[in-house]
């Protein structure tokens, strides 16, 4: 089980860290991403992480902007978003058991946690 939490509403600019905790031990051998979902759109890639935090990946939307991070002794994967954009309205959702950062196939999914920015 997957459960997000550190959504909200945010203006521009702003910034805000959504979690990602599971239940599960195996998910510290997990990689683990974030996606995101806006109205009348298609569920984007974010960013994701490999197990050990040593190698991840950034959607070019997010890159400078957004950090993806890890503490697997509290199974837990964060994601720092500065510099908020209203774009950057959305439901993110994290999601682990990929092969890859690269890959896109995940396992288990969260049920999101809603990103508000305001212009």
């Known amino acids: 089980q997957l459960v997000e939490s550190g959504g909200g509403l945010v203006q521009a600019g702003g910034s805000l860290r959504l979690s990602c905790a599971a239940s599960?031990?195996?998910?510290?051998?997990?990689?683990v991403g974030w996606f995101r979902q806006a109205p009348g759109k298609e569920r984007e890639f974010v960013a994701a992480?490999?197990?050990?935090?040593?190698?991840?990946s950034y959607a070019d939307s997010v890159k400078g902007r957004f950090t993806i991070s890890r503490d697997n002794a509290k199974n837990t994967v964060y994601l720092q978003m500065n510099s908020l954009k209203p774009e950057d309205t959305a439901s993110y959702y994290c999601?682990?058991?990929?092969?890859?950062?690269?890959?896109?196939?995940?396992?288990?999914w969260g049920q999101g946690t809603q990103v508000t920015v305001s212009s």
């Open positions: 999601a682990a058991g990929s092969p890859g950062i690269d890959k896109y196939e995940y396992d288990y």
């Open positions: 992480i490999n197990w050990n935090g040593l190698s991840t």
């Open positions: 599960r031990r195996t998910f510290s051998t997990s990689v």
